[in-house]
């Protein structure tokens, strides 16, 4: 049987956390809830969140131009 024990289990913890945190940040940015980064964790959709951030509109730009929407430069 091969059992990581407490230690294995707070290094991936730690890990974890450190992968999560900055996708955290990029969604509370974009202005949606910080929690949304737990499907990063998520083999599959952890892709297709990351293109559904990259290419929706982000409350925080519209909030950003007065509810304009996007502008094109």
Known sequence: MNNIGLPGLLVAAVM??????????LWARAGHSGWWCVLMAVPVVNIVSLWVLAFKRWPAEDARFGGAGRVVR
Do not use: E, G
């Not at 974890?16 to 940040?25: D, F, G, I, M, N």
């Open 16 to 25: 974890l956390a450190v992968l999560l945190l900055p996708y955290w940040k």
